[in-house]
Structures are given as C-alpha cells and as structure tokens.
C-alpha cells in the first residue's frame, strides 16, 4: 500500500503539535507501507525513518502576495507528485487543498487528520485578513469532501460535527495524538536548566508554546501575580502571531517582573533534548489554553514527570486526568468560535487556585507526575495510532 502524506511542517522545520504528530506517525508508519511525504519548506533530507521525503517551497510567482495564496502555490507543485499513491492523508488546512485536489485529479481516497478547526481561530483573521476567508474555504472543502477524517480527540470530532454540520458523522474518527515515551523521560541533571537560568532548587510552572490567542498565555500571566515569592514562571515562547498580542504579553511580563524575581523567558523553542530537561524539574506544568484539540505539549510534560494544570476544554480532559495526573480548571466560553471565557477573573483566579494547591503539597505534585507519564505510556502509544490510522486506510480502501 502506498501511502502520500502532505503536512506543512515536518522535520527540522515543526513549531506545533501537527508537526510532532506527522513526524511521529510517518516514523512508525514508514515500516509498515511505501510511505510518501510532501512537505512545505526547504530542502532537507530525502529519507526520514525509510520514507521519502519531497520539500516544496513558495512560488516565486507569489511572492509578496497573501500567506494562503502562497499555500496554495505550494499545494498545487505537489499535486502532480501525488500519481500512483493509494492514500493521499493531509495535515492542517495549509495541505488538505493538496489532499483533495489530488483525490480528484488521481481519483483515489482523501483521508485527513484534524488538529484544529479555523471557525475556531476567528483570531486568525488579525494574522492572515482576507486570507482567513481563504483557508476557511479551503478546510470546509476538504472535511465535506473527505473519505474520512481523523480527529485527535472525543472534543475534536464534537467540534467538526457542530461547525461542519455537513460533514457525515460515519466518516469522522478517533485517533488520539501520541507519545514516544523513551524520547521523553525525566532527566534530573541541571545542566540545562542552570544554563537557562532556572533555579532547581526552586519551585517551578512551565510555559511552552507559540505565541497565540488559543494558548491562553495572557491568563497564565494574570494567574502568576498569585504565585508565592519563591515559585518561578518559566516560560518557553515562540513569537507571537500578532504585534498586538505581542505587545500584551510582554507588558504583562514586564508587570510581573517589577513585582518579583524569577520570571524566566526562554524567546525561542528549545530542541527536544533541552525542554526534556527543563519539563522535568517542572513542578507544574500549565496550560491555560482556551482551545486545544488535544494538547500533545501535556503528553510531554506528562512524560517528562511532570504535574499538570490545566484548562478543561477541547481534548485536554481527554490526556489529563483530573486529581490524578493534574488538576482540570472549569473553563465557561462565549458561544462565538473565539473561546473566550464568559468571565475571565474567574478563569484566572481559577487556574491560580489550582496552581496554589498543586505547589503547596509538593510529595502530591511528584505522585501526579509519577502518574502523569504511567498514563502518557498505557495510553498514549505511537505503535497502537498507526494500527488505528492503517485501519482508516483500509476502510477507505475498500469503499
């Protein structure tokens, strides 16, 4: 069986969970079929894990013309590259053009992997303008036209079937996002963690993510003020999607800074092996998105040892369980697609009540994490997703 991937990111070039996940999968999955990947970006190695791998980059034609016009440029140069495939399985809205298209022009099954959902984003629209009319087409095209669809979570295939009520609910499946647990172990040196300027000797919450409306960090931020002296906030950041986001998150640190010491913020994302480390002198690990399809960074933590708060919305109460493994904190929303919470001092106070009872009993916090990577490990396999992701593609298959 021939199976063609298409995903923006893929290794070295992943800044999110669709990009840990497509790595992860195509890692496994290459043992088991001729596996294909089209990717976005720049040249990079042609085999990954016994898979070929194709890199696409914009058209020059494009070039200076709106972000989802140059997606699909990229989407179109892959199409062609798509004949002979039996599957062709695509990732995030900047590849299901590729997908359906190519299900159309070949006239073979487009299966495709749901991360997130742009009715969703309405944020977005601060990032892409008009071009967030254009990927929001793009994806109701894709899902309406799909073979099947694959949802990362319970909440996630709630939340395809209510914006997309066109969708036939038969074909939308759940696959859960994975782990590679013996990539993330605990790893209790402090060598990094030094290097970086955390204290281990000190209490810690840890931040990781990109800089966007639906990580929530602005909460986090708020939520900190609460913080005892001696607990440090790192937080590990990429950019932020918008100037206007960016400026609020960083007076909010500077905030905080002028109030107390141990406010670290590590600007970029950290390799693997580095953010290991610094998962696994964690006390808590929080998350305050107000969307999250699943939350593979709460696997990490989970992994890596470390207790986990975090807000109780999309996927995550799916991964994180709550009194267990970490601490879920109620999280009401505006019914307008943004997420937003209906009353956000009491999110905030909320999520620093949690926070407060997770450090104040320390002997619980490291039980959690004990937990927490247990879970991550019985449940959470990369072996058992691909078994499952096989068997959508025999189902399509044989239709």
Known sequence: MRIDIVTKEFPPEIYGGAGVHVAELSRVLAAKVDLRVHAFGAERAEDF???????????????????????????????????????????????????????LLHGIPHVLSAHSLEPLRPWKAEQLGGGYAISSWVEKTAYEAAAAIIAVSDGMRHDILRSYP????AKVKVIHNGIDVESWRRDEDEDVVRSLGIDPGRPSVVWVGRVTRQKGLPYLLRAAASLPPDVQLVLCAGAADT???????????????????????????????????????????????????????????????????ASATGGIPEV????????????????????????????VADFAAALLEVLNDPPRARAMGEKGRQRAKENFSWESIV?????????????
């Not at 499952?388 to 025999?394: I, P, W």
């Open 49 to 103: 894990h016994g898979a070929t791998v194709t890199s696409y980059g914009n058209l020059p034609e494009l070039a200076g013309a709106n972000a989802a016009m140059q997606t699909l440029g990229v989407d179109l140069q892959i199409v062609p590259d798509i004949a002979g495939a039996d599957v062709v399985h695509s990732h995030t809205w900047y590849a299901n053009m590729a997908g359906h298209l190519a299900s």
């Open 166 to 169: 066109d969708v036939d609910p």
């Open 243 to 309: 100037p206007e986001l960016g400026a609020e998150v960083n007076s909010l640190i500077a905030g905080l800074k002028a109030a107390r010491d141990g406010v670290v913020v590590i600007e970029r994302m950290l390799p693997r092996k580095e953010l290991v480390q610094v998962l696994s002198h964690a006390t808590v690990f929080a998350c305050p998105s107000i969307y999250e399809p699943l939350g593979i960074v709460n696997l990490e933590a989970m992994a890596c040892g470390a207790a986990v708060v």
């Open 320 to 347: 994180v369980a709550h009194g267990e493994t970490g601490l879920l904190v109620p999280l009401d929303q505006v019914p307008d697609g943004t997420g937003s919470p209906l009353d956000p001092e009491k999110f």
């Open 387 to 399: 078994e499952a992701t096989l068997e959508v593609y025999r189902s399509v298959l044989a239709h």
